[in-house]
């Protein structure tokens, strides 16, 4: 009777056991959940130390050999172009190897049009150390191909991991429409006498790099998710912009400059900022993918 009166209190106790291990995995499961949620939603530290050095070397090497690389072509030592061009393949490189990288789509899709960016940048060099002329119609064609190839890759690039806001949606769904408009105005109010393939050409150039800075500098959420990459993929327009505005005159299908600025002919202290600046532009690019890189690599 002792023993039928003490089992079964051993066996209620045997019986409880398995509802406190399971609330304890419960506990425990919600513990680790609750870590992995709160981990991540950290913000990811890109900035470290170790890519800061990187960078600023990187950064102050380069404006170094550039102003070394600009002495050396007013000095008739060597043509621009293939200065130009030791910039577009270090860049091409860094597409290839952002691609490789990438971890989402829209970077993926915006490194592949880095990379076509790239070759339309490397045969507008090579038609151009062919001596053809500056007006050809294949340079025009060539340039338009190259921005409209750079806007591409922005357009991807800038939607990567930034919430979309109101004015986001805006822009992105008018600016298509508003760049055609502005390029289907711009030729109807050119004078009869001056339109030509070329000038549309250069319109359409200059349309799709306006929308190229737009897409970085205008968005609010760009410069608060993406502040590096915004304001090194933002220069690169802007300055090919302000550089184009005094050689409208000369040369007004070609941004990059590479036939501008490919020997010093009229005014070398004219065009040694123009050269130099020029270089910049690349430079920013270069930079702004080698961050974008080291984020994947986080990642």
Not at 59 to 79: A, D, F, K, M, P
Not at 127 to 132: C, E, R
Not at 211 to 238: D, E, H, M, N, Y
């Amino acid at each position: 009777m002792a023993e039928g009166a003490i089992q079964p209190g051993i066996d209620q106790d045997h019986t409880n056991e398995p509802g406190h291990t399971t609330s304890e995995k419960t506990t425990s499961n919600v513990e680790e959940t609750s870590q992995a949620a709160s981990t991540g939603s950290r913000p990811m530290v890109i900035w470290t130390p170790r890519f800061i050095v990187i960078f600023v070397l990187t950064l102050v090497i380069g404006l170094s050999i550039e102003s070394l690389l600009t002495q050396g072509w007013l000095n008739h030592l060597y043509t621009g172009q293939w200065i130009f061009q030791a910039h577009v393949i270090l860049i091409f490189f860094c597409w290839l190897a952002l691609a490789v990288l990438a971890h989402t789509g829209w970077v993926r899709i915006g490194s592949i049009f880095g990379c076509i960016w790239a070759l339309f940048m490397t045969l507008n060099i090579i038609i151009s150390a062919l001596n053809v002329d500056p007006s050809s119609l294949v340079l025009a064609y060539l340039n338009a191909a190259t921005c409209i190839a750079l806007l591409g890759s922005y357009l991807c690039l800038s939607i990567n991991k930034t919430p979309f806001s109101r004015l986001d949606a805006w822009l992105f769904g008018l600016a298509p429409i508003t760049g055609s408009i502005a390029v289907a105005l711009i030729y109807f109010l050119t004078p009869s006498y001056d339109r030509s393939l070329n000038n549309l050409e250069s319109d359409i150039a200059t349309i799709a790099l306006v929308l190229s800075l737009l897409v970085w500098w205008i968005r609010p959420t760009s410069w608060k998710a993406q502040p590096g990459p915004t304001f090194l993929f933002g220069s690169v327009p802007l300055l090919l912009l302000l550089l184009a505005i005094p050689s409208m005159g000369s040369n007004e299908s070609n941004f990059f400059l590479a036939h501008i600025v490919l020997y010093p002919i009229s005014n070398p202290l004219t065009n040694e900022p123009d050269f130099f600046l020029s270089q910049v532009a690349l430079l920013c690019l270069l930079l702004g993918t080698i961050r974008l890189i080291f984020s994947e690599l986080r990642n």
